[in-house]
T-cell receptor, first 114, second 115 residues
Framework: GNSVTQMEGPVTLSEEAFLTINCTYT??????LFWYVQYPGEGLQLLLK?????DKGSNKGFEATYRKETTSFHLEKGSVQVSDSAVYFC?????????????FGTGTRLQVTL | NAGVMQNPRHLVRRRGQEARLRCSPM?????VYWYRQLPEEGLKFMVY????????ESGMPKERFSAEFPKEGPSILRIQQVVRGDSAAYFC?????????????FGPGTRLTVL
């Protein structure tokens, strides 16, 4: 079956530090890949996505590249801010031609301090 | 355009009671998904519905849980005879269902506590 593995947190960084959150996946076929962010007490928001190999998703300074050869989709940001403190979820969905469910990783909590 | 609405936001039930969670999708969305988030865990898929149809219920527990999405009104996730292990955050998402990459928009969740 499909699965997503992401690095365990919490990750604690100082403001302006470089961020990497690792994500690898197992899936049949060629899934679409996503990063979602969850702020305290809120639902999930889509941060970025990539739908085929070598695609790079980017948004708000975050980026991730779909690496088919390593089955990875690592999230990076060059300079984090305190406002980036949240839980980040890597997810995939199958490309079946119709809408389908998301399979999530366990989430990585990021805390950014001044 | 209002986002996905869920209510109640917080629900407290005693063991053995019933819990009803409601989800109103975004305007124009006819596909609804329910996910459960246990403490310190990721979201787990439960069920995927279109209007009046269950498309995929592979993540639903076999007993006590049911879901519907009637022609009129919100989608309902119903948990009968709740147990402490049902305590979790339940998230609803909706989409247009168009194409294979259509984005799912999430509601704020209902946090169920079973005493």
């Amino acid at each position: 079956g499909n699965s997503v593995t992401q690095m365990e947190g919490p990750v604690t960084l100082s403001e302006e530090a470089f961020l990497t959150i690792n994500c690898t996946y197992t899936a049949t076929g060629y899934p679409s890949l996503f990063w979602y962010v969850q702020y305290p007490g809120e639902g999930l928001q889509l941060l970025l996505k990539a739908t085929k190999a070598d695609d790079k998703g980017s948004n708000k300074g975050f980026e991730a590249t779909y690496r088919k050869e390593t089955t990875s989709f690592h999230l990076e940001k060059g300079s984090v801010q305190v406002s980036d403190s949240a839980v980040y979820f890597c997810a995939l969905s199958r490309n079946t031609g119709t809408a389908s469910k998301l399979t999530f990783g366990t989430g990585t909590r990021l805390q950014v301090t001044l | 355009n209002a986002g996905v609405m869920q209510n109640p936001r917080h629900l407290v039930r005693r063991r053995g009671q019933e819990a009803r969670l409601r989800c109103s999708p975004m305007k124009g969305h006819s596909h609804v998904y329910w996910y459960r988030q246990l403490p310190e865990e990721g979201l787990k898929f439960m069920v995927y519905l279109q209007k009046e149809n269950i498309i995929d219920e592979s993540g639903m527990p076999k007993e006590r849980f049911s879901a519907e999405f009637p022609k009129e009104g919100p989608s309902i996730l119903r948990i009968q005879q709740v147990v402490r292990g049902d305590s979790a955050a339940y998230f609803c998402a909706s989409s247009t269902g168009q194409g294979s990459f259509n984005e799912q928009f999430f509601g704020p969740g209902t946090r169920l506590t079973v005493l």
